[in-house]
């Protein structure tokens, strides 16, 4: 016990003279800059306390194998991609991917835990993380943990295609300027060398594009888009991200029948789907639609399926439309509706999805002889969601008609208790999302000529009387206490209720529980005995 304790206090001791030297040695302001992004923020390297001694360490694993093994080229550190793009644009990343020259990502890991060990301080294991093309992992990767920050470390590669697939069939070392130019985009391409403390552009486009806003590929764009499609999707998802211009070659290779195509044939639906994802979770949504629309890719990533009974598929530009009253009527926050604010940031994800998909809207294909809505199979085979995202569109749907013809009444006369109880029990948690995607419907059929690509631009008293009249109706449902009345228990159960009338417990329940709902909805002072004599009343007249 006692070695333990002393083995313990040297390890902490070791940990702390080494962070201290970190910390004396690298915490620093590296001056140099790179120009003014287009976000406005001086381009420049500011390193974290954690990241500066992760670099420290990096440092000292470059000596480390320089002194055990001399016969290498010297071995360096590039912090790659992301991380070096969001810490000039001035976000933090927290995704560190190490590109290592002439060594392979794990061997290198192995390096960094002997050179901590020589310092005295506490190692974490090692994980592999072995190629995955499906997943696009076409390398393997190395996974560790430096001062409670997980690094991934991987070495520098150049890849080869061949026609047909989007894996490479020869992956090998490569130089930093080949690995930059296989890379998606340029301002993905830049590297932060650990050991000159510099950001290193190879395509000389990447910190240019940073500033002027641009989104290109490294590479001719219709050969980049050949190798690998999905790229189309990725370039799409960070102009949305960042808000840039994806530049006029990369929109036309985008358009090109021969892409399209390999989009279709060489891509799985679940990499489509990710990206598209991100899209809509992004900062902006409204432009992802629009370039996914003006790159003519609506039909191919939200593809149909073949089984179409019933409906004609609407324009794709309804779909962008449908996001832009979302933005403008949700996400810009409208200052006349309190109750149109968004819950969470799920809300707004279910909004955004819903929208994207309201092309969709009351086709109906045909499934093992059942009658199906088409929109959860796009949503299941086109982009893969997941189950809850098909349920929660499909009930959005289902509920929209009856939402506005309720809204409709209301406006003339308050509606029963008891049937608008009802409506939002049927519809759930999803009530208020549903009404406002009724909102969204009714607006873009009462001002089918408003542009709503441009929602900035649209006036806060355009569709007043369509906004209030579902104003009311949640209004109304407040002022009856029924915001949550679909978590309401029943107060005569379905057992009791057979027991009431006389019958065996059967198919029947389900009709006698939604007649008792809608009484206990309309006397909310009623008893239970009261009830059990309206349920016996209804089946006597029945």
């Not at 873009?444 to 441009?454: I, K, V």
Request: hydrophobic share 40%; charged share 25%; with cysteine.
């Amino acid at each position: 016990m006692k070695f333990f304790f002393v083995f313990m206090f040297r390890s902490i001791k070791n940990t702390a003279r080494l962070f201290s030297k970190v910390h004396k040695r690298f915490i620093r302001m590296d001056h140099k800059t790179y120009g003014v992004a287009k976000n406005g923020v001086t381009m420049k390297i500011e390193l974290s306390e954690k990241e500066t001694q992760i670099c420290n360490v990096l440092k000292g694993v470059s000596t480390f194998i320089a002194n055990e093994r001399p016969e290498l080229p010297l071995i360096e550190s590039r912090i790659a991609g992301g991380w070096v793009r969001d810490k000039l644009l001035g976000n933090e990343c927290h995704d560190l991917d190490i590109a290592i020259n002439d060594m392979m990502g794990y061997e290198f890991a192995t390096y960094v835990n002997k050179y901590l060990e020589s310092q005295g301080v506490p190692t974490k294991s090692i994980a592999k993380i072995e190629s995955n093309p499906d997943k696009s992992k076409h390398l393997e990767t190395a996974t560790t943990k430096l001062f409670n920050q997980e690094v991934d470390f991987c070495n520098l590669r150049t890849e080869i295609y061949e026609e047909g697939s989007r894996i490479p069939t020869q992956i090998t070392f490569g130089t930093p300027k080949e690995d930059a130019y296989r890379r998606d985009i340029t301002i993905n391409s830049l590297f932060y060398n650990v050991n000159t403390n510099s950001v290193e552009d190879f395509t000389e486009k990447g910190i240019s594009d940073l500033i002027d806003g641009l989104i290109r590929t490294p590479l001719e764009p219709f050969e980049t888009f050949r190798d690998d499609p999905l790229r189309v999707i990725r370039c799409i998802r960070f102009s949305s991200r960042f808000n840039f211009e994806m530049v006029p070659e990369l929109c036309e290779a985008a358009k090109h029948a021969e892409i399209k195509n390999a989009l279709i044939n060489k891509i799985s639906r679940e990499r489509i789907g990710i990206e598209f994802d991100k899209m809509i979770r992004g900062p902006y949504p409204l432009l992802s639609l629009q370039l996914i629309y003006n790159l003519e890719l609506y039909p191919v990533i939200m593809a149909p399926p073949d089984n179409i009974k019933r409906g004609t598929i609407g324009d794709p530009l309804l779909a962008v439309n449908a996001v832009g009253v979302v933005q403008w009527l949700y996400l810009n926050r409208h200052p006349n509706y309190t109750n149109f604010t968004l819950a969470s940031d799920n809300e707004r994800r279910t909004l955004i999805l819903t929208a994207s998909v309201l092309p969709y809207l009351n086709i109906v294909s045909e499934v093992k002889k059942k009658e199906t809505p088409t929109v959860q199979l796009v949503l299941r085979d086109s982009i893969k969601t997941t189950n809850a995202d098909m349920n929660t569109v499909a009930i959005i749907f289902r509920g929209l008609d009856s939402i506005q013809q309720l809204a409709d009444k209301n406006r003339k006369e308050a509606v029963k208790r008891s049937e608008l109880g009802m409506l939002i029990r049927d519809l759930g948690a999803l009530w208020q999302t549903a009404v406002k995607i009724a909102i969204v419907k009714e607006l873009l059929n009462a001002y089918s000529d408003m542009n709503w690509t441009n929602p900035n631009e649209i006036s806060l008293d355009t569709g007043k009387e369509v906004c209030d009249k579902y104003n009311a109706l949640i209004e109304q449902a407040r002022h009856y206490g029924i915001m949550e009345c679909y978590t309401w228990k029943h107060i005569v159960d379905g057992k009791r209720a057979a027991q009431v009338i006389g019958v065996k417990p059967g198919p029947v329940i389900t009709e006698l529980l939604k007649v008792q709902m809608a009484w206990q909805l309309e006397h909310p002072e009623g008893t239970k005995e009261e009830c059990e004599q309206a349920i016996k009343t209804y089946w006597d007249n029945k």
